[in-house]
Antibody
């Protein structure tokens, strides 16, 4: 059974760095695919933060590019998100997600989602 | 402002057929498959339709997807009360070289 589980502080102070880790079970990150972070502000829609490939190649939403860093640790089967200089606008539920594929054939196929973790910036 | 445009709300009565639209452009829906996600309050989104019209395992065939040109649609037939949820479309955008979401549609079963 595939599971993705986000972990990290639920409360971050303004101007500090938000750090989250996603632990994957039932799949090996090293076997490929992109792994994404997506967030959802309270009462709002879904927002893509960035993607990381198992090799460590990253793609970031330009909106976050100056503040975001993603990394992968295949030995722990984890990938991580760091978002610095946070403000109240970064308060959201953060999801880690597996991309089954992208582009012409797949669109943006997100097949496995973590349950999400609420991070409040105050 | 989302790149993909969805109506903010939709509604129907039990047993009815409801459609939700998703409008985009040539660089996104016009070039790539569309995926649909269902989200209940307090839970993570779930993949409902992928590759425009295919069902992931476990999704009932009451849900169906279609795509024509730069628009896509999600249809729900035999509407049930448990279908009341938020629905999002998403795809890849070749111009942005990144993924894009619709703003979401809240479906109410009357």
């Amino acid at each position: 059974q595939v599971q993705l589980q986000e972990s990290g502080p639920g409360l971050v102070k303004t101007s500090e760095t938000l750090s989250l880790t996603c632990t994957v079970s039932g799949l090996f990150i090293s076997h490929g695919y992109f792994w994404d972070w997506i967030r959802q502000s309270p009462g709002k829609g879904l927002e893509w933060i960035g993607s990381i490939y198992h090799s460590g190649t990253t793609y970031y939403n330009p909106y976050f590019k100056s503040r975001v860093t993603m990394s992968v640790d295949t030995s722990k089967n984890q990938f991580s998100l760091r978002l610095n200089s946070v403000t109240a606008a970064d308060t959201a539920v953060y999801y880690c997600v597996r991309e089954a594929g992208r582009g012409h054939t797949y669109g943006w196929d997100l097949d496995y989602w973590g349950q999400g973790t609420l991070v409040t910036v105050s | 402002q989302s790149v993909l445009t969805q109506p903010p709300s939709a509604s129907g009565t039990p047993g009815q057929r409801v459609t939700i639209s998703c409008s985009g452009g040539s660089s996104n829906i016009g070039s790539n498959s569309v995926n649909w996600f269902q989200q209940f309050p307090g839970t993570a989104p779930k993949l409902l339709i992928h590759r425009s019209n295919q069902w992931p395992s476990g999704v009932p065939d009451r849900f169906s997807g279609s795509k024509s040109g730069t628009s896509a649609s999600l249809a729900i037939s035999g509407l049930q009360s448990e279908d009341e949820a938020d629905y999002y479309c998403a795809t890849w955008d070749d111009s942005l070289n990144g993924p894009v979401f619709g703003g979401g549609t809240k479906l109410t079963v009357l």
